[in-house]
């Protein structure tokens, strides 16, 4: 069977945007966090952008991913 793998936390990205802001090379980002360089690669070219609704939080959430997941999680099927 293969590996498993966890996707990163928000307080991993929290912080993978502080140092990148902070210049922190990516090799250094992934031996702290201990998780693969392509990872943070990754994560940086992806999911990179400032989310409104959680100041200080930059990262990405679902509702920013899929314009759907907002109406999908809502039991009334409301849009946002």
């Known amino acids: ?3 498993v793998y966890t996707q990163l936390s928000v307080k991993e990205r929290v912080q993978i945007e502080r140092w ?9 980002m992934a031996r702290v966090l201990q998780r693969s360089k392509a990872t943070i690669y990754r994560e940086i070219k992806r999911n ?29 099927g409301a849009p946002g």
Not at 20 to 28: H, S
Not at 48 to 68: H, I, K, M, T, V
Request: hydrophobic residues 35%; negative net charge.
């Open 20 to 28: 990148k802001l902070a210049k922190i090379p990516v090799r250094e």
């Open 1 to 3: 069977m293969g590996a």
């Open 48 to 76: 990179w952008f400032s989310d409104e609704c959680l100041p200080g939080y930059d990262c990405q959430s679902a509702a920013n991913r899929d314009p759907l997941s907002a109406s999908k999680n809502d039991p009334l």
